[in-house]
Structures are given as structure tokens and as C-alpha cells.
């Protein structure tokens, strides 16, 4: 049996790639499937608008990723039975001043020189495409690749394609600690109860570091970093905006086609706590409403924070570990989304062959640990390959 600690977008993807292999695997999710960090996202899928100096080692990582979510999308749904609203409207990155544009247009050389297919508009360009901008907005970034998914649809759908696909999904059950004799997993902890399991993937986000029973050395560095975000309801049949919006100091307003408007998100180091602030809210609505004053009037229908799961580097951490049988997929921290159709496929590989896919050698957990010894020897050591992953099929 294989075990998943923790039922959001990650672990319930890989989780249903998994069992539709045949496989028998269950998802421990301390509460609800996909109502945590999942549920708290906003669905953006824009590594290009995203992209940060510093990060160009993740970025083919993010755009392979954002290639298979058409595909993606439409096997959930169709394993599922269930919309996941993914849209291809494209994202703006507007200036709203002239300091702004500055801003951006700095921002589009860098893209550029990555390579990547951005489009430059005068203010009065992108007021064409979005009207309700303000009048203040002097320039824009348009990236058509850079799309959006509804991340609350999304989870409902990954978790009734997962259950229809045979798995087993335990709500409301925290793993306690992992069981292992120092060189492999044998199961995991409930309560007081031990469950064999031959294969244990550490998908919980944030909590991931937290579980007891993991080695110091297999130990993922993840922290929580905490983002408060509220949604807006726009008049039905007449949405405000039809793009992903980026605006300053990291705004983005995410139009879903029911009418909501998601607005985000701050990005605190407040470890585990989700307390809304009067400060955290006020800049988003501020900024949001500098950018879109029609959103003035426009009812508050909600607002809550979520705990992104940050490593060190911000890119995520994958595959196997020095304990044999015990797989991270954790680290995501903004990417989750993005990343839940590129994370599935290879851990679901490594576990079914033994293979770790090239595409995911940086994102190891070897990269933290300083050691010379290479990917391929920790995948031996760990014992995940052809001749396990033929059990149970």
C-alpha cells in the first residue's frame, strides 16, 4: 500500500495518477481534502509574469508544467465528471503611474531576454481590453500563455477522480508520526494504531517538516508563509474583468466566471497563524481599488489567509530520500497550482518504475544537504522501482 500524507492539490493528483495505475494508495488528510492551502489559492497559472531573478533554474520547471494543464484539466474533468473552469484569457501586469512603468518596463526587458512571449501596451491598449482599468494606468504587460484555473473546482474534481479511480481517502485523520527501522518505511501512524505501507509520500505543505518519525536528514526545510487574500462579487452577467490582473507591491485580481473576484494576497512570515488584519486587508482593497476603482461598490463576500508552503529556495522539493520508501512532494509555495500536473506525473513515475524523471534532479532534497552523492544512488538506496511498483498492480 502507498500512503499520501496530505490531501490537497498535490497529494490528491498524485494520489489519482496512482490508483488509475492500478496501484492501492491511500490519502491521509489531517481535515478536509483540498480546504486548506488548496482552497486558499487563487488558481493562477503564470510562471512567465511570476518569473523572479534568481529563479531561472525553476522556470523551464514551471513553463513544462503549465504546457501539460490543458491536457490536465481536461482529464480531471473527464475522470471526474466535474468543471474545473480553466480559462486562457491571459494576465495583464499593469503601471498605474509613471514610477510604474519604470517598474515594468524593467520587468519586460528581463522577460524578454529569458525568451519568453510578452506583448507591450500603451495604457490606452490595455484600457481596450479592460475598461474598467483606471485612467491612470499608462502601460501594460500582456502575457497570453499565462492562464487560470478555479482552484476550489479543482480540488472537489482531483477528489472524486481520485476516489473513482479506487483510492482510499481518510478526511479527518492526522498521521502521527512515520514507522520505520532506520533504512525504510514500514507504515505510518494513526492515533495509536500502526498501518503497513511500503511507500509513505510527504505531501502535507507547510506541515510537511512537522511529522515525527522522519529522519533529521530526510527532514524537508518547508515553512509556512502566510498570504491573506478576499473575494469580491461582481454584477452577474457583467464581470468588471475578463483578464488575470497583476498590479504593484504584488496585487492580482483573479475574475472567476460565477462572478467572484479574487484578490490577493499578502505574503507574511507569520508562521502557522491565519489571523486577518485590518492592515493586511485594507492594502489589498487599497491597491485593488488604485488599479479597478469600479470594485469600489462591489459587494465583500469573503476573505480569508492560507499558509503557502515555502522551502528555502521557494521551488519545490522532490522525489526520493535517503530513508528507502519515503517520497517528498512538498515546497511548492505560490507554484502549487501550477505545478500539481508536472509533480503528479513524476512522483507517480519514480514510485511506479524507480525512475526519477531529469526534469526534477534539481529539486531533490539533495540540494540541501551538500552531499556529492547523485540522485540516481539515492533512488537505489531507496528501493522504489520496477520490482516493488509491480506489487499490487
Known amino acids: 500500500m502507498i500512503a499520501i500524507i496530505g490531501g490537497g492539490v498535490i497529494g490528491l493528483a498524485i494520489g489519482w495518477r496512482l490508483a488509475a495505475a492500478g496501484r492501492a494508495v491511500t490519502v491521509f488528510e489531517r481535515a478536509e481534502a483540498g480546504r486548506a492551502s488548496t482552497w486558499a489559492a487563487a488558481g493562477m497559472l503564470a510562471p512567465q509574469v511570476e518569473a523572479e531573478p534568481g529563479e531561472e533554474t525553476l522556470l523551464p520547471f514551471l513553463l513544462d508544467s503549465r504546457a501539460r494543464w490543458a491536457g490536465f484539466a481536461a482529464e480531471v474533468e473527464a475522470a471526474s465528471g466535474l ?42 491598449e490595455a484600457r481596450q481590453r479592460e475598461p474598467h482599468l483606471a485612467g491612470t494606468v499608462t502601460a501594460a504587460i500582456f502575457s497570453p500563455l499565462d492562464h487560470q484555473v478555479d482552484n476550489r473546482k479543482l480540488a472537489v474534481a482531483l477528489r472524486a477522480a481520485f476516489v473513482r479511480a479506487g483510492g482510499a481517502l481518510r478526511e479527518g485523520t492526522e498521521v502521527a508520526a512515520l514507522v520505520h527501522d532506520g533504512a525504510r518505511v514500514s507504515g505510518v501512524r494513526v492515533a495509536d494504531t500502526a498501518i503497513a505501507t511500503d511507500t509513505v509520500i510527504v505531501a502535507a505543505g507547510a506541515w510537511s517538516r512537522n511529522i515525527e518519525g522522519i529522519p533529521d536528514d530526510c527532514r524537508p526545510p518547508v515553512r509556512p508563509v502566510k498570504g491573506q487574500m478576499l473575494a469580491l462579487a461582481m454584477p452577474p452577467g457583467a464581470p468588471l474583468l475578463r483578464h488575470v490582473i497583476w498590479g504593484r507591491k504584488g496585487l492580482y485580481m483573479v475574475p472567476r466566471t460565477d462572478g467572484r473576484l479574487i484578490v490577493g494576497a499578502t505574503v507574511e512570515e507569520m508562521g502557522f497563524d491565519t489571523t486577518l488584519t485590518a492592515g493586511g486587508q485594507f492594502e489589498l482593497l487599497r491597491n485593488a481599488w488604485e488599479t479597478v476603482p469600479g470594485i469600489y461598490d462591489l459587494p465583500l463576500v469573503e476573505s480569508w489567509a492560507g499558509l503557502r508552503p515555502g522551502s528555502r529556495d521557494d521551488a519545490p522539493i522532490l522525489g526520493p530520500t535517503r530513508l528507502g520508501g519515503l517520497v517528498l512532494a512538498t515546497g511548492h509555495h505560490r507554484n502549487g497550482i501550477l505545478l500539481a500536473p508536472i509533480t503528479a506525473d513524476i512522483v507517480a513515475e519514480y514510485v511506479l518504475s524507480g525512475r526519477l524523471a531529469a526534469a526534477a534532479t534539481p529539486f531533490t532534497l539533495e540540494r540541501f544537504t551538500h552531499r556529492t552523492d547523485n540522485v540516481v544512488g539515492v533512488a537505489a538506496a531507496a528501493g522504489v522501482g520496477a520490482g516493488v511498483a509491480a506489487e499490487g498492480r
Open 83 to 124: 468543471a474545473v473552469d480553466y480559462r486562457t484569457d491571459g494576465t495583464l501586469v499593469v503601471a498605474i503611474d509613471r514610477d510604474e512603468r519604470v517598474r515594468i518596463q524593467d520587468r519586460m526587458d528581463y522577460l524578454a531576454r529569458l525568451g519568453l512571449a510578452l506583448d507591450w501596451l500603451s495604457g490606452y
